[in-house]
Structure formats: structure tokens, C-alpha cells
């Protein structure tokens, strides 16, 4: 059922047990509102289904997501490839750089598009948005994967007589497939249903307006019905990104001695990359950033005055985002951590159906999750309904397929044989992945959490929902604000954001897939 | 099959010399051994060869031909046409065996191409095509390694360590899988190696490197029994050393007056001997001196001997044969055969 890879023993129950109760707790808002569409009015239903124009959402939708995948995968394998494996002088700054946009509350850069220039309203704009902020996640998946790889592999294609784009396509891209096409189901779930990235924009997508029919009726069944619709996709694409990895475990088949792989030279071409790069990161960090001191130096009164949220609320408001966004981070990380475990450690269907599992998170738009979260609370557990730890618990769910990336590819490189060591000393299952498989993934585990705290910080539907009355963050201030064009009062609550950003950031980078004690992949 | 040459190479990291003064020829069709320590600069020679770290100075010719050298000229690895196999065969794990020794050729040559059949015969890997590289043992993965390398007619291979976590009965098979590999093919191959043992079994010609420099490049016989230096001499093998005072042709020391091969001036020296030159009679004559220890190595076992002459005492050690070997505490008269070499006594 869940065996050892590499076979061997099987999964402890405990374990399993624990991952069973994870992986119930989030699908629990996907059969919350499938429940309520099953027993729901079926004549809304069929009208919402007829009336609201669903086939063209879907289509815009689909549209996206099939424009915004490729163009991450390539984004974020170049860019991961060029920093990696090419003597591109500053590399620590660019890979930096590179990864802030997936920090980045996405409805600041939404907005920060959308009063760029009026031809980002629409399919273009959603474009540049989802993609500049998506792409990081490739680039994170695939730069882990690229420096954890046996340089002798390389080195091998080039003595048998391959040039860089062979070696790449025929050695480097193949290893890469796994990390690949986890960071493309990711962005591909993400897009489906994203809704922050669309706020700015007038380009009507599934997500957004789900999420306005959700928003006058907490348990609409015909919203239900459509958003439990939503879902089929999402699973969909678990199964057929399974099936196309199979088993690849690309894991090196050696255990040589690890030294860094032998970069290229740039030469000339220097210059066009770094101008490309420059762009990206542009269109990435240097929108939203740009957009921020524009905003600021507004001076007219429409900017300023009668703005819902002033400059008084910007403390209070702040020390709720970061206190909000760190509890979700470290729930998010005890949620994952079964998971992960299983997932790096042992296989069988159980392990897969559980590993799918998490990423059902993204089935449904997060308003719509939470809403169920909601639904679930007033009717079952009403100490939580209007209860900040409620949504502390949606977003530890919605983002835990982030936290899940973060810790896989850390325990990925712990050997199991550390653990083995640590049985034949007489420590139990528990006791030794506390004193040696935790210790050692401590950076994994500070990525994953600050890779949630980001995540939860760019959030603005589920808070909207969820939110006991009177508790404001920097995402609800933020967008009281901007969506009454008062802009320049609404530039502190972003640049608080944004210095929030640009620190996960810091702190992702130097913990990202890292093992302590090892020099570092 | 080309000749290498190497001319004065030499490589810095940092302060940190890593390479100095590399003179080294291996001959068309022959192999030379490498044997260093680690941290020697075995790996960064190979890597300077094969075109992925560049020397600070000196040249590298392959068949005649500069691919690199001081004032710029730097053939890329994937043009040198050197066959590699890395330290642990770095298989590509998503290719199977015979796309793995494939993977070189032309395109149309990939797929089942008399080639990769011809050369998976040679390592004795013949039925091996269709399996994965986690699907065969170690000693299979090298071999597969070699195959893979010699696939596409490279002007010489570099075999880095290729035995390394090898267990013994496996690695004596790869070892001669390997070496008749590469005789059928009359490839000019360079193999480094930490392992004494097989340089001079595999090598026709062994180079020493030391701290980064060649102490000496000669074939296993004249390597063993006339190293340049001691420490050669007690790198390459066992020994014993002992003062002693030369004189025309001969030696003096407490084991006799033995004879001495190679030259040298008279006077004070020092004396190397290989302890399977030692002979330990139970009766005769000879120098007189007391087994102290034995170390079993199955066909032969070494002995180690304290003697005491005039108020000094030494302590040796001579190998002989298990049958024939003595027991601790016994009393024996020690004999040298063959000649021995001498070095300036260290002043």
C-alpha cells in the first residue's frame, strides 16, 4: 500500500493515519460545496448555469491558463538554466530578483498593470500578471533540481560530443522533466482558479465571478454547483501529471563526490541576456514597485481624501497581516509535513492518493473555499464562525500545496540511509526523524513556511469572507482603498506589503531546498 | 587512437598551486596510470584534458594537435572527442544501457546500430541493452560507463577512479573487463587512480603525481623497485629503510653487505629494501632478530622484526610466504636477496 522506495519497509500507520487527516481536512471545503450543490435548488442551478455565461468564463479562463503555463515553463527554466549554469556575473542578486514577483500580493500588481497603460485591461493584462508572477515557481522548482543534479552527467553528453543546446536538450531537460512538471501543475492549478490577480483587470474569469455570486449568498447553490464543476479540471490535471511523470525518480543514480557543474561562458551574448533579464524582472518587481511611487506622489484629492482607510489604520493593520500570515505559515507547515514525509519517503497508491490530495486546495477560488470553510463553521463549529483562527486555518489549507513544494524538495535530498543510522541507534520512527530529519530539514521547512506567509499576505478573497468584523489587514485595507481610486492613500498598505515581500524573499532564497549542514544545493 | 602530450601544465586556484610543471606523454594505444593521494590533483589534470577547467600555462596536444595552451587556444570539450568515464559511470538514468552507449553516435546510428552492440560485446554487457541503468550492479554500471565512451571512436578515454566502491571480487572482473576492452579497441587511455595496486597492474606506464607535481613517470617494474625518492618508494609499495654506508657497488648495513643497483654516492645513505626481499631462515647465518608481530594476507603474511646491533635497535618488517611464515616470539636470521637501491642519507 504505501511502501519504502526503493522497497522495503512500509509506511508506519501513524503516519499514514496522520496523512489520512490531513488530506480530509483539505478536501473538506471541496465536499462542502459539492454537498451544497447536490442539495441545492436546482432551478438556480440550471439558471445560474444558462444565465451567467458560464462557457465564455470558462473559455477566458482556459485561454489564460494555456498562455501563462508555457510561458512560465520556458521563463522559468531559462532563467534557471542561465543563472546556474553560465558565468552570469551577479548571480546571487538576479536569482534574488528573479524569485520576488511569487512574493508579491498579486492584486497590488494587478492593480499596478492596470493603471500602468488601459491596453493591460483584458486578456493582455492577465496575461503579464498571472505569468510575471507565476513564472518563479518554475524557476524555484527547476534551479533546485539543476543544482542538485551530477555534473558528471553532463560532462559525460559534452565528451561524447554534445554542444550546450544538446547537452540541455537531451540531458539537462530530461532530469528536469519532474521538477518541470511539478512547477507547471502548480501554476496551471494556481490559474484555474485565480481571482487577486483579476481585480485590477476588466477580464472576466471563472474565479471572479464565482466569486461575486458567492459574495451575495454565502451557500448559493447554483455558485456551488459551477465552483464544484470547477474542481473536475484540477483533478484532471492531478491525474494526468501523475500518469505523464510516472515514476520518474530522477535522483542521481551515483553518490560521487558533489562539485558544482562546470558553467558556460557568455561572451558576447552577455549583454542581450542580462537586457532580457532586466525585463522580466521588470515586468515582475519592477511594475508593481514603479506603480507604488507613482501612486504615492499623487497629490489630487480624489487620490487622498475620502479614502476608507488612512494612514491610522497602517499599524494595527500591519501587525494583523504579519501575526495572520506567520500563524498560517507555521499551521500550513505541520499540515504538509505528514504529506511530505510520505511522499519523499515511500510509494504505493496511498502514498500518491495522499500526495494528489493537497493539491485539491486549489480545486475550488479561494473565495469559494472559504466560504465553505464558513458554511462548515456556522454549522458545525461555531466557536470558529467569526473567529480569526478560521481563517488562519483556510489559509494554512488553501496554501498547502505551497508548503508541500517547499518541504519535498528538502527532504528529498536527506538520505534515507541518515534515518537507518539512526534506527540501528536505537531511536524509534518518531524519535529519529525529531532528532535527525527535522533538524536537518529546518531550512526546507523556514521556505515552506515563508513561501506561505507570502502566499497568505497576497490574499484578498478569502480575508474578505472570512474576517471577523472590525479586523482589518494591509490586503483589505489595501483594496478599500485602491478600489475607490484613492491611490496615494492606498500606497502604504503596498509598500508595507512589498517590505514584507522583498524580506520572505530574502528568506526563501537562502533556505529554498536546503539541507543544514550540507554546503547547499 | 591518438597520442596525448602535456607540455609544462600548469593550474592555480586562487593562491592555491593545484597543478605545477605537468610533462606527460601517453603513447598511441597504450594506457598510463595516474596515481596520486587524494587532493594530489588527479581530478583537476583530467578535467584540464577534457576541456572543462582551462590550465593557467603550458599546452595539451591529442594526436598532435594543440586544444589547448597558454595563449588562448581552448578546443571545447565536446569537440576534443575524449571518451570520459566518470567515477561512478554517470549513467544517464532516463536512457536505457544501449541508448545510454548510443548516445554519442550519429542519429541515424542510435537506434540499434551495429556499434552499440559491438561495443556492449566487448564489455561483456551483450545482453544488457534493453535494461536501465539502476537495474544493473555497480561493476555493470563502469563497464557500460567504458562502453558508452567508446562507442563513437574517441581519439583517447579518461577513466577517473572507474573501480572506486568496487568489493574486491567484483572489481578484479571489472578490472580485466575493462583492460581487454580497451586492448581490442587499441585505445590510448589515461586512468587515474589513488589505488597502487592497480596503476601498476593496469598502467603501462605509471606517473606519481605529488602535491601537484610528476615525482616520477616509469613503467610498474622500474616504478617499484627504483623509485626516485623514499617517499615514491613507500607510496608505490612497502618498505624498509635503513642506514647504511655505499661503497663501490655495495652497501653496508645491518643486514649485511648487500648489492646495489642504480647510482648514487658513496658514503652515507639510505638503504630501501621491499620486505618480500627479506628472507628469514630458522637456522643459518645472517643478522639475528625477533618476530614481534604478523599480519595474515591470506597467500602471504607480513612479519615485523625488531633487531639490536650495537646498541640501536630497528625495526623491520619482511613478507613471506603464510606456509612458511614464523610465529611471534620466534628467533630468526634474516638473509636479503636480489639488489637494492640507495638515496642520499637525509642530512
Redesign the interface.
Given at each position: 500500500m504505501v511502501e519504502r522506495r526503493g522497497g522495503g519497509r512500509s509506511a508506519p500507520a501513524g503516519l499514514v493515519a496522520l496523512g489520512i487527516v490531513v488530506a480530509a481536512i483539505i478536501v473538506l471545503p471541496v465536499v462542502i460545496t459539492v454537498v451544497q450543490a447536490i442539495t441545492g435548488d436546482w432551478q438556480e442551478a440550471t439558471d445560474a448555469l444558462t444565465g451567467s455565461g458560464v462557457l465564455g468564463l470558462v473559455r477566458n479562463t482556459a485561454l489564460i491558463a494555456a498562455a501563462v503555463v508555457p510561458i512560465c515553463g520556458i521563463l522559468g527554466v531559462a532563467a534557471a538554466w542561465f543563472v546556474e549554469r553560465t558565468r552570469l556575473p551577479g548571480r546571487r542578486i538576479w536569482a534574488l530578483l528573479l524569485v520576488a514577483p511569487i512574493t508579491i500580493p498579486l492584486f497590488v500588481t494587478s492593480y499596478a498593470w492596470a493603471t500602468l497603460s488601459p491596453s493591460f485591461q483584458g486578456f493582455l493584462g492577465g496575461v503579464c500578471i498571472t505569468a510575471s508572477s507565476y513564472y518563479p515557481i518554475v524557476y524555484l522548482l527547476t534551479s533546485a533540481s539543476l543544482r542538485g543534479m551530477?555534473p558528471?552527467?553532463e560532462?559525460?553528453?559534452?565528451?561524447?560530443?554534445?554542444?550546450t543546446w544538446r547537452?540541455f536538450h537531451?540531458?539537462v531537460l530530461?532530469?528536469l522533466?519532474p521538477a518541470l512538471l511539478g512547477g507547471l501543475l502548480l501554476v496551471a492549478l494556481d490559474t484555474l482558479v485565480e481571482y487577486d490577480a483579476f481585480v485590477g483587470i476588466h477580464y472576466p474569469v471563472f474565479a471572479n465571478t464565482m466569486s461575486s455570486l458567492y459574495r451575495v449568498s454565502f451557500s448559493s447553490s447554483g455558485a456551488a454547483l459551477l465552483s464544484a464543476a470547477s474542481a473536475l479540471p484540477c483533478v484532471v490535471l492531478l491525474v494526468v501529471e501523475a500518469r505523464v511523470r510516472g515514476n520518474?525518480d530522477?535522483t542521481?543514480?551515483?553518490?560521487?563526490?558533489r562539485r558544482q557543474a562546470?558553467r558556460y561562458e557568455l561572451g558576447r551574448g552577455r549583454i542581450p541576456l542580462m537586457v532580457a533579464m532586466v525585463g522580466l524582472i521588470g515586468a515582475g518587481v519592477g511594475v508593481p514597485v514603479w506603480t507604488l511611487i507613482e501612486w504615492s506622489l499623487q497629490r489630487s484629492p480624489q487620490a487622498l481624501s475620502g479614502a476608507p482607510a488612512g494612514i491610522a489604520d497602517l499599524v494595527p493593520a500591519s501587525i494583523t497581516s504579519v501575526l495572520l500570515c506567520a500563524a498560517a505559515g507555521l499551521v500550513a507547515i505541520a499540515l504538509a509535513l505528514p504529506v511530505a514525509v510520505i511522499a519523499t519517503r515511500y510509494r504505493g497508491w496511498m502514498a500518491t492518493l495522499l500526495e494528489r490530495s493537497t493539491y485539491m486546495s486549489f480545486a475550488l477560488p479561494d473565495l469559494v473555499g472559504a466560504a465553505a470553510l464558513g458554511y462548515f463553521a456556522l454549522h458545525v463549529a461555531p466557536f470558529l464562525y467569526e473567529n480569526i483562527a478560521l481563517l488562519v486555518i483556510a489559509y494554512a489549507i488553501l496554501f498547502a500545496p505551497m508548503a508541500l513544494v517547499g518541504l519535498r524538495v528538502t527532504l528529498g535530498q536527506i538520505e534515507p540511509s541518515l534515518d537507518e543510522a539512526a534506527r540501528s541507534l536505537g531511536l524509534g520512527g518518531l524519535r529519529s526523524f525529531g532528532r535527525v530529519t527535522l533538524p536537518l530539514a529546518r531550512p526546507g521547512l523556514a521556505a515552506a513556511g515563508v513561501l506561505v506567509f507570502a502566499f497568505a499576505l497576497g490574499d484578498l478573497s478569502s480575508a474578505q469572507v472570512l474576517l471577523p468584523p472590525g479586523v482589518t489587514t494591509l490586503g483589505t485595507q489595501f483594496w478599500a482603498d485602491s478600489s475607490t481610486v484613492a491611490f496615494a492613500a492606498a500606497a502604504p498598505f503596498a509598500a508595507v506589503m512589498l517590505a514584507l515581500s522583498f524580506v520572505a524573499t530574502y528568506v526563501l532564497m537562502s533556505r529554498f531546498g536546503k539541507v543544514r549542514g550540507v554546503g547547499g544545493i | 587512437m591518438a597520442d596525448l602530450r602535456c607540455d609544462a601544465v600548469a593550474k592555480h586556484f586562487h593562491e592555491h598551486r593545484v597543478l605545477t610543471d605537468i610533462d606527460l606523454t601517453v603513447p598511441h594505444g597504450t594506457l598510463t596510470a595516474v596515481l596520486g593521494a587524494s587532493g594530489s590533483g588527479k581530478t583537476t589534470l583530467l578535467r584540464l584534458i577534457m576541456g572543462f577547467a582551462h590550465a593557467d600555462s603550458g599546452r595539451i596536444l591529442l594526436g598532435g594537435d594543440v586544444v589547448s595552451d597558454a595563449s588562448g587556444v581552448h578546443v571545447k570539450p565536446e569537440a576534443r572527442a575524449i571518451g570520459y568515464v566518470a567515477q561512478e559511470g554517470a549513467l544517464f538514468p532516463h536512457l536505457s544501457v544501449g541508448e545510454n552507449v548510443g548516445f554519442g553516435l550519429p542519429r541515424s546510428e542510435r537506434r540499434s546500430s551495429h556499434r552499440i552492440t559491438e561495443v556492449l560485446q566487448l564489455v561483456g554487457m551483450g545482453a544488457s541493452e534493453h535494461r536501465h541503468p539502476h537495474e544493473i550492479s555497480g561493476g555493470e554500471q563502469r563497464r557500460v560507463a567504458l562502453a558508452r565512451a567508446l562507442a563513437p571512436h574517441p581519439k583517447m578515454v579518461l577513466l577517473d577512479e572507474p573501480f572506486s566502491g568496487l568489493d574486491a571480487g567484483l572489481r578484479v572482473e571489472t578490472r580485466e573487463a575493462v583492460l581487454a576492452a580497451l586492448t581490442e579497441e587499441e585505445t590510448t587511455s589515461l586512468l587515474v587512480t589513488h589505488d597502487q595496486g592497480e596503476a601498476m597492474s593496469l598502467g603501462r606506464e605509471v606517473a606519481v603525481l605529488r602535491h601537484g607535481c610528476l615525482a616520477q613517470t616509469a613503467t610498474p617494474d622500474v616504478l617499484y623497485h627504483a623509485p626516485v625518492d623514499v617517499d615514491v618508494a613507500r607510496f608505490v609499495g612497502d618498505a624498509v629503510v635503513l642506514p647504511g654506508n655505499r661503497t663501490a657497488g655495495a652497501v653496508e648495513c645491518v643486514l649485511g653487505t648487500l648489492r646495489v643497483t642504480g647510482h648514487g654516492d658513496d658514503g652515507a645513505v639510505l638503504v630501501m629494501i621491499r620486505p618480500e626481499q627479506i628472507g628469514m631462515l630458522r637456522r643459518g647465518v645472517g643478522s639475528d632478530a625477533l618476530v614481534t608481530g604478523c599480519t595474515y594476507f591470506g597467500p602471504n603474511t607480513m612479519v615485523k622484526l625488531t633487531l639490536d646491533h650495537e646498541e640501536a635497535t630497528y625495526l623491520l618488517s619482511a613478507r613471506a610466504f603464510s606456509h612458511e611464515a614464523p610465529r611471534v616470539g620466534e628467533r630468526v636470521h634474516l638473509v636479503v636477496s636480489g639488489s637494492v637501491i640507495t638515496y642520499p642519507a637525509e642530512v
Open positions: 551530477d558528471a552527467l560532462e559525460s553528453a559534452r565528451s561524447l560530443g554534445c554542444g547537452v537531451r540531458v530530461p532530469q522533466r520518474a530522477y542521481r543514480v551515483s553518490h560521487g563526490s562546470v | -
